[in-house]
């Protein structure tokens, strides 16, 4: 089973500042199979970017994701007052695994 | 419009039982896989099963495995969780995910609202 580690825990930020989200796996994420999800209070996730890269449908450009292997990060450019909430990657292949989140808030 | 209804959570006993179903609309059901995924009150998300479109392939998390069950109808496009031998730390919002539509690993494209387990004596 694949571990993801996030970091940092917590993120404190201002509106329009640049928000860096990384992602560590404990192997290598085979096909880049990792994606990115946002989840606000009281609400279940939503997708942004899946293969490690590709944003999903309607997500503004703003959010990019990069890296391979063991090492992923997801970008965020400008940070929006909509954009405060936690941010979670994902592994999907044989087994899925969550890492632990990261909570953008603001500073 | 995807849409995602789970139903049947509540309050049960420490080694009680529960069925959860999940009740899906605007996708052809039988086509895409299905997950379970859960969250513990101010925890992170948890994925606990899935199952293929036409049921042939089953995975469990090891914190579940031999107490659930996890199944669907594609006739009445629902699927269901069936949870045994509950434990406290079963304790959480349980939310149902969807999947790829092709054999191929896939990320949760919709998730519903979730239905909220308390084991509690």
């Known amino acids: 089973e694949i571990v993801l580690t996030q970091s940092p825990a917590t993120l404190s930020l201002s509106p329009g500042e640049r928000a860096t989200l990384s992602c560590g796996a404990s192997?290598?994420?085979?096909?880049?199979?990792l994606a990115w999800y946002q989840q606000k209070p009281g609400l279940a996730p939503s997708l942004l970017i899946y293969?490690?890269?590709t944003r999903a449908t309607g997500i503004p450009d703003r959010f990019s994701g990069s890296g391979s292997g063991t090492d992923f990060t997801l970008t965020i450019a400008r940070l929006q007052p909509e954009d405060f909430a936690v941010y979670y990657c994902?592994?999907?292949?044989?087994?899925?695994?969550f890492g632990g989140g990261t909570k953008v808030e603001i500073k | 419009e995807v849409q995602l209804v789970e139903s049947g959570g509540g309050l049960v006993q420490p080694g009680g039982s529960l069925r959860l179903s999940c009740a899906a609309s605007?996708?052809?059901?039988?086509?895409?896989?299905m997950n379970w995924v859960r969250q513990a009150p101010g925890k992170g998300l948890e994925w606990i099963s899935y199952?293929?479109?036409?049921?042939?392939?089953?995975y469990y998390a090891d914190s579940v495995k031999g107490r659930f069950t996890i199944s669907r109808d594609n006739a009445k496009n629902s699927l269901y969780l069936h949870m045994n031998s509950l434990r406290d730390e079963d304790t959480a919002l349980y939310y149902c995910?969807?999947?790829?539509?092709?054999?191929?690993?896939?990320?949760?494209?919709?998730w519903g609202q979730g239905t909220l387990v308390t084991v509690s004596s």
């Open positions: 293969d490690a890269s």
């Open positions: 192997q290598s994420v085979s096909s880049n199979y």
């Open positions: 995910a969807r999947g790829g539509a092709t054999t191929r690993p896939a990320e949760f494209d919709y």
């Open positions: 605007g996708f052809t059901f039988s086509s895409y896989s």
């Open positions: 994902q592994h999907y292949g044989s087994s899925v695994t």
């Open positions: 199952i293929s479109g036409r049921s042939i392939t089953i």
